[in-house]
């Protein structure tokens, strides 16, 4: 070892190296050959211990009311989709209703016409029987 940017310094000792853990006897996933950057790419975590309690949650935080609210933007593609969508649906729906209202509207005059022209036959009998 060589410090380039000291060069007055010397180099660390062997000794000052050497380190070791403060319990070696204690259960551990890493090795004592592990470097440093092996236990820090592990981020130096033996164990993930993960447990959650929804109740536990609940009853620390203990809220009065719970509430949420959505604050959301119409933008341009959602208005013309949603315009495109109303002018499909009554184009549709038109071409299902208009053909009904007009055979309706059309018995109607014919039936207006026929009544008309009973009532006129009626008057005319009435007439020429006299």
């Known amino acids: ?3 380039v940017d000291m060069p007055k310094r010397l180099p660390l000792s062997s ?5 070791k853990p403060l319990n070696s006897s204690a259960l551990s996933s890493f090795l004592m050959e592990d470097t440093v950057e092996t ?3 592990r981020l130096m975590i033996e164990e993930w211990k993960m447990s959650s309690s929804f109740d536990g949650y ?3 935080c203990a809220p009065a009311t719970c509430t949420y609210r959505i604050v959301k933007r119409m933008d341009h593609v959602y208005v013309v989709a949603i315009v ?3 002018f499909g649906g009554l184009a549709t729906s038109l071409r299902l209703i ?3 209202i007009a055979k309706l509207f059309y018995w109607i005059i014919l039936h207006q016409r026929r ?3 009973n009532i006129r036959n009626q008057q005319l009998d009435r007439h020429e029987g006299k």
């Open 39 to 41: 236990i820090f790419n």
């Open 15 to 19: 000794a000052t190296l050497n380190i």
């Open 115 to 117: 009544r008309r022209a």
């Open 1 to 3: 070892m060589f410090n």
């Open 98 to 100: 208009v053909p009904v």
């Open 58 to 60: 609940y009853n620390s």
């Open 84 to 86: 495109g969508g109303l």
